[in-house]
């Protein structure tokens, strides 16, 4: 039984055009993280939340935002998505946040024409 | 920086063969934890060794730290096709909650 979703896998954008991309879990996790990962890289955390807590990296662009409406959902938001922003976004839960085993869901991929 | 490095970063070899993969980090940690990546995929955890543990073992999978070095490695034996994907490993910064720094990974082929 899938654990954690990622909506859609593969999801095309055009640069500029705002984009969603949806998180959700069955395991009643506190926290979740969204992950980019570029091309043989490793992932870089973007931002976690920790039940509605809100945690923004230092480094990431104002062009990422998030939003975690109940437990189950996360999604991420990409304002004005450039071809730079064309990745792998993986979404991961926790339990708790020290010392727990992140689990990850399949991720989507973006492309941004 | 807080971020592993891992080496080799590409393994080849052959079916049946072991494969050792390392991974080195900056300053201290709580817990460092190994996770595997089939292409284009998410991540599946493996292992998670703390800092006052010197050796985990898993199945097939067996995994060293060495807080003085600041090292870990990784080591599968008997390796089979299907263990083919990248390999990385994470540390979690002691000062900051939540925050897993992954290394660059290493991708291992296994050759049928």
């Known amino acids: 039984d899938a654990m954690v979703i990622q909506n859609p896998r593969y999801q095309v954008t055009q640069f500029g055009k705002p984009v969603t991309l949806s998180c959700s879990q069955t395991?009643?996790?506190?926290?979740m993280y969204w992950y980019q990962q570029k091309s043989s890289q490793a992932p870089k955390l973007l931002f976690h939340?920790?039940?509605?807590?809100?945690?923004n990296e230092a480094d990431t662009p104002d062009n990422f935002q998030s939003r975690r409406p109940n437990t189950s959902f996360c999604f991420l938001d990409i304002r004005s998505p450039g071809l730079g922003d064309a990745a792998m976004y993986l979404c991961?839960?926790?339990?708790?946040?020290?010392?727990?085993?992140?689990?990850f869901g399949p991720g989507t991929r973006l492309l941004v024409l | 920086s807080q971020q592993g490095e891992e080496d080799p970063q590409a393994l080849s070899i052959q079916e049946g063969e072991n494969a050792t993969m390392n991974c080195s980090y900056k300053?201290?940690?709580?817990?460092l934890q190994w996770y595997r990546q089939n292409s284009g995929r998410g991540l599946v955890h493996l292992i998670l060794?703390?800092?006052?543990?010197r050796e985990k073992h898993s199945g097939r999978l067996r995994v060293t730290l060495d807080t003085s070095k600041k090292s870990s490695s990784l080591l599968i034996t008997a390796s089979r096709a299907a263990d083919t994907a990248s390999y990385f490993c994470?540390?979690?910064?002691?000062?900051?909650?939540?925050?897993?720094?992954f290394g660059d990974g290493t991708t291992l082929t296994v050759k049928p």
């Open positions: 991961a839960t926790s339990r708790d946040l020290a010392e727990e085993t992140q689990y």
């Open positions: 395991l009643n996790h506190n926290v």
């Open positions: 939340y920790y039940d509605k807590d809100f945690n």
């Open positions: 300053t201290s940690i709580n817990n």
């Open positions: 060794i703390r800092s006052n543990e």
């Open positions: 994470a540390t979690e910064d002691p000062l900051y909650a939540g925050k897993s720094t």
